[in-house]
């Protein structure tokens, strides 16, 4: 096994952590996070095991749609510091081993975006092809809105031209022409000025919507025929630009349409996708005590290029969708996690983090994140997992997740010094409130969730195979357990996760082995010997998990 292979990709084996910087650490007392903050906690990521750091837009913005509606490619937005605020940030993180990335939101921008106001004030503007217009009344697309709760449409008519612009997501929001030369050289410029301020990469925003083509008249369509050609030209520019940077894409859609979007078997387009079809499928397993939608999920992953790589994960700053199981699997999830309206979002999600959902038991809560870590992929953690953040279920829709960072018992969890009337929004109430769950307390706390997280990355880190690795679902006789094998270049991880409450006995065969050859558990002092034909039987606790490194004689590797 050559671990510097590892560092070429470094994609690969890293651990994730994704964060708005409005509410993770105030430095001035403003009440609103900032980029100076967020520098001063830069010790808490890499103590935590974080190695690649993923900012939330923090470009100049109305804020209607928390900064995802933005006014300048190329700015920063003036609450949460300046461009020399930014490349300290960058500067401090690669210091402590953790590269950052940060959204590209270039679907669309804010409608008080000098392109959209410049477009929308004549006819004849030149920027008025960087949008899509109609003069003809739109058909009904009530059908086709992402926020069914805000909008009836995606056309929206401007009183001005009299004519209808296309929106994908809020009305505010008009999407760009990507068909435009215009558009996609602006959008490359503004990659590579990031790219030059240090950021190693990008998580691309709602990728299909980005590529599609409604609206756009027959002649540009003509010109882009190929929408894939043009996530292949970003991708060929990120390298030339900075050779070890990455497209990280947001792209909801069944595993054989997301095979388009790495760019098949070359490999040439997105370098990693979110797994939305496992996470959905986590939650239907765990709804049911029944390992089998995740084990068909994680099977049905088509082959992808060696350069190519899922990030998978519990959480994200939006509602946990469910979009992709059926009607009656959405009912279950929503029965077990989430059994109130309120709870629920957009008629397709939940509006829940994970501890609240599974009623603060710290076994499963262990569980789920010990086989996040486990399963082949890139783990990607949401500020606040790693100590059990709960949600605030009387904030508006995605809004009851993005809540202040909880780093004290303080009332407003130490996250700024501001008055609560002006905090950028309230902390959550009730028992996951900051007296209850905060990072002071669980960092000195070797029994704490933020402990167990930190001790998963390492092991995960240790571990390439999980990252490198071939996955294989193992077969046994329990339907509520889940076991898998990484293997890469000799090395083998082996892993269970009992999705059910009882405790159980797993018998595995692993394939005719040398004599002496053990089991290794990484997570708990203890060893098993197995049979001469690789047989063995492993004790599991309910919701209890194992990570077992296959140790043969001979091996040099610390097991």
């Known amino acids: 096994m050559r671990i510097p292979d590892t560092s070429d990709l470094w994609w690969k084996t890293a651990v994730v952590y994704c964060l708005d910087v409005e ?40 804020d209607r749609d928390d900064g995802y509606d933005v006014t300048d490619l190329y700015g920063v937005d003036h609450r949460l510091g300046t461009h020399g605020d930014l490349v300290e940030l960058i500067r401090t993180a690669r210091d402590r081993g953790i590269r950052v990335i940060a959204d590209l939101v270039v679907n669309h921008t804010s409608d008080q975006h000098p392109w959209f106001r410049a477009a929308r004030s004549s006819k004849d503007s030149p920027y008025r092809d960087f949008y899509v217009w109609r003069s003809d009344p739109p058909p009904d697309t009530s059908d086709q809105v992402s926020f069914p709760d805000q909008e009836d449409s995606i056309w929206q008519l401007d009183e001005g031209t009299g004519e209808w612009y296309l929106h994908r997501f809020y009305k505010h929001q008009p999407d760009l022409n990507v068909a435009n030369p215009r558009v996609r050289d602006e959008i490359a410029k503004a990659m590579g000025f990031w790219l030059q301020l240090g950021l190693s990469g990008f998580r691309v925003d709602a990728v299909p919507f980005f590529l599609e083509e409604t609206g756009i008249p027959d002649e540009e369509r003509r010109h882009f025929a190929d929408p894939h050609a043009y996530l292949r030209a970003l991708r060929s520019f990120l390298g030339r630009r900075a050779g070890d940077a990455i497209l990280l894409g947001e792209v909801n859609l069944p595993h054989e349409d997301q095979a388009k979007f790495f760019g098949g078997q070359d490999g040439n387009e997105l370098t990693m996708l979110f797994d939305f079809i496992t996470m959905q499928n986590l939650y239907l397993a765990m709804a049911r005590a029944d390992a089998a939608p995740l084990a068909t999920a994680l099977s049905s992953r088509p082959a992808l290029n060696p350069d190519s790589h899922w990030a998978t994960f519990v959480r994200n700053h939006d509602e946990l969708t469910l979009d992709k199981l059926s009607e009656d699997e959405r009912g279950e999830v929503f029965a077990a996690f989430g059994p109130e309206p309120r709870m629920q979002v957009y008629g397709r999600g939940l509006k829940r983090r994970l501890p609240p959902m599974l009623d603060g038991d710290p076994r499963r809560i262990r569980m789920v994140y010990s086989l996040l870590f486990s399963l082949p992929g890139t783990p990607v953690l949401y500020y606040g997992e790693e100590i059990g953040m709960g949600e605030d279920l009387d904030a508006d829709g995605r809004a009851a997740v993005r809540t202040p960072m909880q780093w004290t018992a303080h009332a407003d969890g130490g996250f700024s010094t501001a008055p609560p009337s002006r905090l950028t929004a309230r902390p959550v109430p009730g028992g996951y409130g900051p007296e209850h769950v905060n990072a002071a307390a669980q960092r000195r706390d070797p029994d704490s969730l933020w402990s167990f997280i930190a001790r998963l990355a390492q092991r995960y880190r240790e571990c390439p195979e999980l990252g490198w690795g071939d996955f294989t679902v193992l077969d046994q006789p329990h339907a509520q357990v889940l076991a898998h ?72 590797q610390l097991p």
Do not use: K
């Not at 009882?502 to 002496?516: A, F, I, M």
């Open 485 to 556: 094998r990484c293997s890469w270049t000799g090395g083998t991880i082996v892993a269970l996760h009992n999705l059910g409450a009882e405790p159980l006995t797993v018998p595995l065969s692993l394939g005719d082995q040398e004599p002496g050859t053990r089991l290794v558990d990484l997570l708990q002092q203890d060893t098993t010997s197995l049979s001469q034909g690789g047989d063995v039987e492993l004790p599991l606790e309910g919701y209890g998990y194992r990570w077992l490194r296959l140790d043969r004689p001979g091996d040099r």
């Open 23 to 62: 509410t993770f650490f105030d430095s001035n007392g403003d009440g609103v996070g900032d980029l100076a903050g967020l520098s001063q906690r830069v010790d808490y990521l890499a103590e935590l095991g974080v190695t690649c750091l993923w900012l939330m837009p923090f470009y100049p913005t109305p």
